[in-house]
């Protein structure tokens, strides 16, 4: 039986009140913490980066993953593991070629974290098939990377599927998260499909009962 994680995406927290609402998903038995990093020219808006990660893993005991969405991600690997990144992810189509993103996977590595890969919706799933044996987690988007709050693609589960077929038939460890849109009934779809790690943003946020909310999306 796969254990479902949950990861708080922490793009839709209260950023007045930042601590008090990392303190609150932690305390409801969070698995990760997921930081949406945005340059404003990958995607089309402007997050946050590296003093806020760097102030948030000082302080909490937890897997921070972080999800770039910047057009030039190597460029801050040594910087996000420096913050105190455990798992960076980073976006297969920012990369030039196979021979990059394999290059990029092998210095996460050496820099002592976890390298993820991340697709965007228009993106084919088999494309990672030569990746599969090397990459620690793949995260798949359900919806175009830049907003939280926006409507789940259900092409999403499609993707799920094959990778899940794909990694059992090779014995692969390689996580699957998905993330986007993600809500009580679109986390069940996906964990039928065969997902390791479920990002939420604004369903959870807008919890009263965040341990509630947190054991009821993994449908246990
Ligand atoms: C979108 C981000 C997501 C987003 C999820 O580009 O990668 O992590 O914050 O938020 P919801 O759950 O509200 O779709
Ligand atoms: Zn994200």
């Known amino acids: 039986m796969r254990k479902i994680q949950i990861a708080p995406s922490l793009l839709a927290s209260n950023f007045l009140d930042l601590e008090s609402d990392v303190k609150q998903v932690v305390e409801a038995k969070a698995d990760y913490l997921h930081y949406d990093v945005m340059d404003g020219h990958f ?3 402007i997050s946050f980066g590296l003093p806020i990660v760097s102030a948030i893993t000082a302080s909490f005991n937890i897997v921070h993953d972080v999800h770039l969405m910047i057009s030039n991600p190597s460029d801050y690997f040594e910087a996000f593991a420096k913050a105190g990144a455990k798992i960076i992810t980073f976006h297969y189509e920012t990369a030039r070629d196979l021979k990059n993103i394999q290059s990029w996977i092998k210095q996460l590595h050496k820099l002592g974290v976890k390298a993820g890969i991340s697709i965007k919706p228009q993106t084919k799933v088999e494309v990672l098939k030569p990746l599969l044996g090397t990459v620690d987690l793949i995260l798949i988007m359900s919806v175009e990377p ?3 709050g926006q409507a789940f693609l259900p092409s999403a589960i499609a993707k799920i599927n094959w990778l899940r077929q794909e990694l059992d038939a090779t014995k692969l460890k390689t996580l699957i998260e998905v993330d986007g849109g993600i809500n009580l009934e679109t986390s069940k779809a996906c964990i039928d ?3 390791d790690i479920l990002v939420v943003g604004s369903y ?5 009962n965040l341990a509630k909310a947190i054991k ?5």
Request: charged share 20%.
């Open 204 to 208: 959870l946020f807008k919890q009263k």
């Open 193 to 195: 499909a065969g997902v």
């Open 43 to 45: 995607v089309p808006n």
């Open 216 to 220: 009821q999306l993994k449908h246990e």
């Open 146 to 148: 830049g907003f939280g």
